[in-house]
């Protein structure tokens, strides 16, 4: 079997979950990792055979990885992107690709003008019922697609150092945004594609988070429909996404968190007919967007998520940001023109 043979930077939270699951991914082997500072993911990696560097560009100058897995703070991610095009590597960069749409347009380009894979940590999309959920918006089983209604709440931030990056306006600006939202954010782009405006509003009612802990988005698209998106770190976790079509809606319940995945609950009302009510068992998202990124690279299989989807969410967050501050209504304009690398 081929194998593809990546390097892990950054061994925090997701970094460590990432590693334990490209694990159990057969066509992927995790040959190397680094972090900033070295424990305690140098003890962790030697626990499980990997080898470790001291950072970054040592990482990248070995010649036998074909990928690097960017599991690090948000202000670093275009930077590490462009770093690995240089280098000759595919990257699988956790969200979000980059805080600004031009930051996000240079890595997609960096990396299509040398015919490297971008992969992203947009595990939402590989869920069971949100596989099955978009396939039967595309099928036309509840007609038009008007409204998205969704929400991703979490409290896992709650009592953590004030001097967390997560906390900075330089990594984490609008709060929840960056955390949660995003992967909303994600899944409207999926259904509804390109973004034309955002209005958006910032709370920080629970003095505990100082870049703001309750996020309400409200996003138009070009082709029509809209997305009201919540994203809170000040209530204990929720996660629903609901699309509501012009002959019916499906509604969808995380039953956990995705670190620990529980299965799910969809219901679907579709006019004329009963309502049905689904239960979808425990699935490893997280892994099987992994392994589509190895399989892209081995087999040369469509990766799920398009580029264009990737830049069109940045484009929201930028927007979100913008809106939060300024506290009125973004326009988003589309550009055709090319980055200049
Ligand atoms: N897909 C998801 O559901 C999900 C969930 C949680 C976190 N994430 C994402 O994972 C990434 C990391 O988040 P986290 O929660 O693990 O944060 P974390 O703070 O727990 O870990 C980040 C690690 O990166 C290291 N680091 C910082 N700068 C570095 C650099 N220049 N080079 C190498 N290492 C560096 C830090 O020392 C730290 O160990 C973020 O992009 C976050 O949004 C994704």
Same mark, same amino acid.
């Given at each position: ?7 892990? #930077? ?11 699951q ?11 990792a ?9 003890r962790? =990696? ?11 560009d ?6 036998g990885?074909?990928? #690097?897995? @960017? ?6 991610h ?10 000759g ?9 980059? @805080? ?5 347009? @240079?890595?997609?380009e ?22 099955? &959920? ?44 960056t ?22 509003a ?74 049905e ?19 892209s ?8 998520i ?12 930028? &927007? =979100? ?8 209504r ?12």
């Open positions: 079997m081929k194998q593809l043979r990546v390097g892990v #930077v950054g061994l925090g939270w997701w970094g460590k979950l990432i590693v334990d490209l694990r159990q991914c057969p066509s992927v082997t995790v040959v190397v680094t972090d900033r500072v070295p424990e305690p993911g140098k962790f =990696v030697a626990e499980r055979g990997i080898a470790w560097v001291d950072d970054y040592h990482l990248l100058a070995i010649a990885i074909d990928a #690097v897995i @960017l599991c690090t703070p948000h202000a670093t275009t930077g590490q992107i462009l770093q690995a095009a240089e280098k590597k595919h990257v699988f960069c956790e969200k979000p690709l980059a @805080l600004l749409a031009q930051e996000a347009r @240079l890595s997609i960096a990396m299509k003008s040398r015919g490297l894979t971008l992969g992203l940590g947009h595990e939402k999309r590989f869920e069971p019922p949100i596989i099955e &959920a978009l396939a039967r918006v595309r099928r036309g089983d509840i007609g038009i697609p008007l409204q998205m209604e969704a929400n991703f709440n979490q409290d896992k931030f709650l009592g953590m150092s004030q001097n967390n990056w997560r906390f900075e306006e330089t990594d984490a600006p609008a709060g929840p945004l955390a949660t939202g995003i992967h909303l954010i994600d899944l409207a782009v999926a259904v509804l594609g390109r973004a034309k405006a955002v209005t958006a910032l709370g920080r009612s629970s003095g505990q988070l100082r870049n703001g802990d309750t996020l309400g988005m409200l996003v138009e698209f070009e082709k029509g429909g809209h997305a009201l998106i919540g994203a809170m770190l000040a209530t204990p976790f929720s996660g629903r996404f609901a699309l509501y079509g012009s002959t019916g809606w499906i509604d969808v319940r995380d039953n956990a968190h995705p670190e620990h995945p529980q299965g799910w609950t969809m219901r679907i009302s579709r006019r004329g007919f009963a309502e009510v689904f239960s979808f068992p425990s699935h490893p998202a997280v892994r099987d967007n992994l392994e589509a990124f190895a399989a690279i081995l087999d040369g299989a469509d990766y799920p398009p580029t264009d989807d990737m830049e069109a969410n940045v484009s929201i967050l930028e &927007a =979100v940001v913008t809106s939060t501050r300024i506290g009125q973004v326009q988003i304009f589309s550009t055709s023109r090319p980055p200049q690398l």
